[in-house]
């Protein structure tokens, strides 16, 4: 498979951050002799004062994007997609820890804004291709079908949030960034004179970036009432001051003490119980996704493996059954502390490197 990318010519919009990444893209693309078009999304009001350190989007990194494309010499856009950011992205954020879960806003923003609307706008512009500053790859076989594939860099591959791309979309995607790590991308920063090389990365959260999601929910409505802390047998041995602040496989913080280390084991929103466990109990040796999206499905006896997080190794996958957009991965290798609400993705083909599809944790 060869890598997928806009030849010397042809017109390619960049989705840009403003921070080193998307800007390297840029770079690379212009460098190659591409037609190269900045665009970046205004998604959401950011406080004007020092404390929000670290995320994207912000009036410093819109302009960083504007000046990095100034120096290229190409045009830059802002789009305010603010309204559908708060209705796409950090409304449902708010509704799924509300209920228990726990929420990966990463994706929704790839899926709805980045690789729908913004990849229609492409069109509108007359631009066959589409690139971000992503550290995942974009293939294409002999026979012109195109694949995910992870980043080269195993510290920074981003093709967990990626799984929800159509494949309509992957065939008009383009990752320069993809084959190379995060030191190459900085080297070539420096190479290529863009001025935000040594920019540091934003967080995983970017509306979030001092990550204090429980205080984020509760100042947009989504804290619930107290309730109680509960042993799987149902004994009360404390309380709780809302489900909102609680993932699976949460230990620091539950506010009980025990001769053992609880974690949290399930989050019960409807009676508003938080469920603790000793450490063994989390284990998961079958899980269920909903709404999942194919990119390719596996091959007959094709190994595969599943990620029911992103900072996690993958696990061993046993049997795939799919019914409708639901599928159930029984695992040939138990995965700790799978939180419904999280991606799970899956991988195979060489050297299990290539995405499947995947969906959210049911």
Known sequence: MQPQLP?????????????????????????????????TLSLYDAPSDDSFDGGCCTPEDIADARRVCSDLGVPHYVLNYRDDFNRSVIQPFVSAYRAGRTPNPCVLCNNVLKFDRLLHRAGELEARWLATGHYAQAMRDDAGDSHLLKGLDPGKDQSYFLYGITSEALSRLCFPLGGMTKTEARDAARRLGVRTESKPDSQDVCFIPDGRTADFVASHGGAGEGGDIVLEDGTA??????????????????????????YVSRIDAARRRLVVATADRLDATAIEAADWNWLRRPAPGEPTAARPRYRCKPASVARVHAEGDVVRLELAEPVRAAAPGQALVLYGGADLGEVLGGGTIA
Do not use: N, W, Y
């Open 7 to 39: 030849q010397p010519g042809e017109r390619v919009i960049v989705a840009m951050s403003g921070g080193v990444d998307s800007s390297v893209a840029a770079a690379l693309l212009h460098e190659r002799g591409c037609e190269v078009i900045g665009i």
């Open 237 to 262: 041995i404390g309380r709780h001051d809302g489900v909102h602040g609680f993932t699976i496989g949460q230990r620091k913080g539950i506010g009980v003490a025990a001769p053992e280390p609880l």
